[in-house]
């Protein structure tokens, strides 16, 4: 948009075109530069951008043409980034607005889902298009009235938008307490999904019973061994350089950057590389990049940990290393069973001066035949469900009890009756 006495006065001029019911549907008259301005604010007119801005809004309300405006969760469109807003606008009879119409505010961002797994860790949340349609839809049939409401939403008389700001953003008229309940029975609905996972998988690993006895003598192998004979390959994580690792909102295909610092402070990785970054630095061996199904294992003694990276590709930093099994010889969830155990990280740990860390071609795994070893990596791969959803489920109580103490603590338990 043009800035300075031209521009202000080509924009008044187009926005008096526009407003003129005699050319509402004249097709020679751009709208997109107005409702640009109008809705975010961005462009500079003249020397009394905010004016303006606000002039254009009060016009669009007391015409009549603003039926909802709807914020949408971050990554619907570019730049996924920002939670843009969907105005929803309908054409003006030429009466003016009544003065008891009103406007409806949707904050359909709410509706993003509990960010878990790979979106957690890379910061990559998809879109529940399903959800989010079938929120908006319900918020705009019942006009932010009673019904099966899944997202914040409220509606506003037009006389009360018609400040001096006239500021039509959704989460500053949603009242807080509905966006806080929303989110309360959406935490206690994933609560109850992670307990019931947990039933399930405690149902299950409870009827393992570990033989107290010694078993048959098997005999253990070394990280090392299996790789001279061809079993694993082992490679080592590496560095990236500097200026190349990204931080902040991530695109769709980025691939994280983990340290040990990140595995101690647990969540996701704050960096990341663009996904053809990060695969021409595989191919030229400058990057360790994972393939699905690889194990990665920890070297540090202090975040000594092992897994099936079931998430790759994923950037390893040092002292992590990635490990490719033969399936003809290794079970891969079997492998980071046996190579997470704390007895075996003691028994291969070294100790500098300065600090501690674990030789992982020391580690042992038990010796058994491939069949044998998907017995026991299913048993493995339960395991470490188990622990994924006890972690996650003290997560989401922690979120639940702060949630539902400023609740109380603000007086929102309803009121006896009688």
Same mark, same amino acid.
């Given at each position: 948009m043009p800035s300075g006495r031209g521009g202000e006065g080509g924009l008044r001029a187009r926005f008096r075109v526009i407003c003129d019911k005699r050319a509402v549907y004249n097709t020679l008259h751009s709208l997109e530069s107005i409702l640009a301005v109008a809705a975010f604010g961005t462009a500079t007119v003249g020397g009394d951008t905010v004016t303006a801005i606000s002039r254009i809004r009060a016009a669009l309300l007391r015409a009549g043409v603003l039926r909802a405006v709807i914020a949408l969760p971050p990554g619907c469109a570019p730049p996924h980034s920002v939670a843009l807003h969907l105005w929803v606008l309908r054409a003006p009879d030429g009466s003016g607005v009544d003065p008891g119409s009103e406007v409806l505010l949707v904050d359909a961002a709410s509706t993003q889902p509990e960010v878990t797994g790979r979106a957690q860790r890379t910061g990559r949340a998809g879109i529940d298009w399903p959800l989010?349609?079938?929120?908006?839809?319900?918020?705009?049939r019942t006009e932010g009235g009673p019904g099966d409401q899944t997202c914040a939403c409220v509606s506003r008389p037009v006389i009360e938008l018609l400040d001096d700001e006239i500021d039509l953003t959704p989460a500053r008229h949603v009242p807080d307490i509905a966006a806080a309940g929303l989110g309360l029975r959406r935490s206690w609905a994933r609560f109850g999904a992670l307990l019931d996972e947990l039933h399930d998988l405690t149902t299950t690993l409870s009827q393992l019973e570990l033989n107290a006895e010694d078993g048959p003598d098997q005999g253990a192998v070394t990280v090392s061994d299996l790789?001279?004979?061809?079993?694993?390959?082992?490679?080592?994580?590496?560095?990236?350089?500097?200026?190349? &690792? !990204?931080? #902040?909102?991530? +695109?769709?295909?980025?691939? *994280?950057?983990?340290?040990? /610092?990140? &595995? !101690?402070? #647990?969540?996701? +990785?704050?960096?990341?590389? *663009?996904?053809?970054?990060? /695969?021409?630095?595989?191919?030229?061996?400058?990057?360790t990049v994972t393939a699905p199904g690889e194990v990665v294992i920890v070297g540090a003694y202090r975040a000594f940990d092992a897994w099936v990276d079931v998430d790759a590709p994923t950037v390893l930093g040092p002292q992590l290393f990635a490990v490719r099994v033969d399936p003809a010889l290794l079970d891969p969830w079997f492998l980071a069973g046996c190579l997470r155990a704390p007895t075996n990280a003691r028994r291969a740990g070294t100790h500098a001066s300065s600090s501690s860390r674990v030789d992982i071609r020391r580690l042992q795994v038990l010796r058994i035949p491939l069949e044998e070893q998907r017995r026991y990596g299913e048993a493995f791969r339960r395991l470490s469900a188990f622990e994924r959803s006890l972690r996650e489920a003290g997560t989401v109580g922690r979120e639940l009890v702060g949630g539902m103490i400023d609740g109380l603590s603000t007086g929102k338990l309803p009121r006896r009756r009688g």
């Amino acid at each position: 948009m043009p800035s300075g006495r031209g521009g202000e006065g080509g924009l008044r001029a187009r926005f008096r075109v526009i407003c003129d019911k005699r050319a509402v549907y004249n097709t020679l008259h751009s709208l997109e530069s107005i409702l640009a301005v109008a809705a975010f604010g961005t462009a500079t007119v003249g020397g009394d951008t905010v004016t303006a801005i606000s002039r254009i809004r009060a016009a669009l309300l007391r015409a009549g043409v603003l039926r909802a405006v709807i914020a949408l969760p971050p990554g619907c469109a570019p730049p996924h980034s920002v939670a843009l807003h969907l105005w929803v606008l309908r054409a003006p009879d030429g009466s003016g607005v009544d003065p008891g119409s009103e406007v409806l505010l949707v904050d359909a961002a709410s509706t993003q889902p509990e960010v878990t797994g790979r979106a957690q860790r890379t910061g990559r949340a998809g879109i529940d298009w399903p959800l989010l349609r079938r929120s908006v839809l319900s918020a705009v049939r019942t006009e932010g009235g009673p019904g099966d409401q899944t997202c914040a939403c409220v509606s506003r008389p037009v006389i009360e938008l018609l400040d001096d700001e006239i500021d039509l953003t959704p989460a500053r008229h949603v009242p807080d307490i509905a966006a806080a309940g929303l989110g309360l029975r959406r935490s206690w609905a994933r609560f109850g999904a992670l307990l019931d996972e947990l039933h399930d998988l405690t149902t299950t690993l409870s009827q393992l019973e570990l033989n107290a006895e010694d078993g048959p003598d098997q005999g253990a192998v070394t990280v090392s061994d299996l790789a001279r004979a061809g079993a694993l390959s082992l490679r080592t994580g590496q560095h990236p350089a500097d200026d190349t &690792v !990204l931080t #902040g909102d991530a +695109p769709a295909d980025a691939v *994280p950057v983990l340290t040990v /610092s990140d &595995v !101690l402070a #647990g969540g996701r +990785p704050p960096g990341w590389l *663009p996904a053809q970054e990060a /695969s021409e630095g595989g191919k030229r061996g400058i990057l360790t990049v994972t393939a699905p199904g690889e194990v990665v294992i920890v070297g540090a003694y202090r975040a000594f940990d092992a897994w099936v990276d079931v998430d790759a590709p994923t950037v390893l930093g040092p002292q992590l290393f990635a490990v490719r099994v033969d399936p003809a010889l290794l079970d891969p969830w079997f492998l980071a069973g046996c190579l997470r155990a704390p007895t075996n990280a003691r028994r291969a740990g070294t100790h500098a001066s300065s600090s501690s860390r674990v030789d992982i071609r020391r580690l042992q795994v038990l010796r058994i035949p491939l069949e044998e070893q998907r017995r026991y990596g299913e048993a493995f791969r339960r395991l470490s469900a188990f622990e994924r959803s006890l972690r996650e489920a003290g997560t989401v109580g922690r979120e639940l009890v702060g949630g539902m103490i400023d609740g109380l603590s603000t007086g929102k338990l309803p009121r006896r009756r009688g």
